[in-house]
């Protein structure tokens, strides 16, 4: 099994910056790509920002510019940097690993998701 521990979030006002980390533990053989995704209230669960093992990043549009993904491979942890916050960006924000497991099997992962927002 492979967990996922979300940590950041919080309140901030609009322009402000918050930073989310997630880390990956478990019986863990390789962790491959990362991502971050947001729910809103009444909306679907998107894409925020994903990277792969070797570092390749997209972004979703509405973000590009002002967030940063990144990750530290040695530590199984993902990274998003967001400044320049808006009040849309104000969701649930969601890790999500694509993990292969001490038993060579490669699943999807989620985090238990991180309040963010943002007021105007």
């Known amino acids: 099994q492979v967990q996922l521990v979300e940590s950041g979030g919080g309140l901030v006002q609009a322009g402000g910056s918050l930073s989310l980390s997630c880390a990956a533990s478990g019986s863990i053989f390789r962790i491959n790509a990362m991502g971050w995704y947001r729910q809103a209230p009444g909306k679907q669960r998107e894409l925020v920002a994903a990277?792969?093992?070797?570092?390749?990043?997209n972004y979703a549009e509405s973000v590009k510019g002002r967030f940063t993904i990144s990750r530290d491979n040695a530590k199984n942890t993902v990274y998003l940097q967001m400044n320049s916050l808006k009040p849309e960006d104000t969701a649930v924000y969601y890790c999500n690993a694509d993990a292969t497991n001490r038993w060579y099997m490669s699943y999807d992962y989620w985090g238990q998701g991180t309040q963010v927002t943002v007021s105007s």
């Open positions: 990277i792969t093992r070797g570092g390749s990043t």
